[in-house]
T-cell receptor, first 112, second 110 residues
């Protein structure tokens, strides 16, 4: 599994877009980029995942660079409830391996 | 939300006693996982299962055993609890690339 690097913390103003970066320079061609978040004391929650195309769902957008060495998770209009630790994971989801390897993540604090 | 329930949610036990945590799912997903989360270490995989009676070790499996006799239940057992096993334990399920996590069990070994 490719190693990912994220800033330990970020701040964002409520109502503004939150852009969370992730570096995965050693990602291989069959590894997907996943984003999960963990709100204090709760279990992690899936946000989005992608291989090489940009993805959007009701929660967020995922922008993956053309060389796939980095990605950005975008929360378009952050709210106070988006304060959480955000995990970027690069993992092969093929075959039988759906195990997730979590790093330290980014603590996003949304301020009023 | 996916149907996944952990029990108990909180437990205090004494060193040396056996403890079993239960994860129950109603989604009929093939894969089930047990993680532990500790300050400074993040989430670490203990054991996982890829079907009934099919289990394998994760990165921190020492001192833990698991069993899966039914699709819906995945049990984590601490044969003889130690203080180093004080942690928050999360169960997860997946039927594909998206995993769903339970609310966690806070275990304290005194």
């Amino acid at each position: 599994d490719a190693k990912t690097t994220q800033p330990p913390s970020m701040d964002c103003a409520e109502g503004r877009a939150a852009n969370l970066p992730c570096n995965h320079s050693t990602i291989s061609g069959n590894e997907y980029v996943y984003w999960y978040r963990q709100i204090h004391s709760q279990g992690p929650q899936y946000i989005i995942h992608g291989l090489k195309n940009n993805e959007t769902n009701e929660m967020a957008s995922l922008i993956i660079t053309e060389d796939r060495k980095s990605s950005t998770l975008i929360l378009p209009h952050a709210t106070l409830r988006d304060t959480a630790v955000y995990y970027c994971i690069a993992q092969n989801s093929g075959g039988s391996n759906y195990k997730l390897t979590f790093g330290k993540g980014t603590l996003l604090t949304v301020n009023p | 939300d996916a149907g996944i329930t952990q029990s108990p949610r909180h437990k205090v036990t004494e060193t040396g006693t056996p403890v079993t945590l239960r994860c129950h799912q109603t989604e009929n997903h093939r894969y089930m996982y047990w993680y532990r989360q500790d300050p400074g270490h993040g989430l670490r995989l203990i054991h996982y299962s890829y079907g009934v009676k099919d289990t394998d070790k994760g990165e921190v499996s020492d001192g833990y055993s698991v069993s899966r006799s039914k699709t819906e239940d995945f049990l984590l057992t601490l044969e003889s609890a130690t203080s180093s096993q004080t942690s928050v334990y999360f169960c997860a399920i997946s039927g594909g690339p998206r995993a769903f996590f339970g609310q966690g069990t806070r275990l304290t070994v005194v």
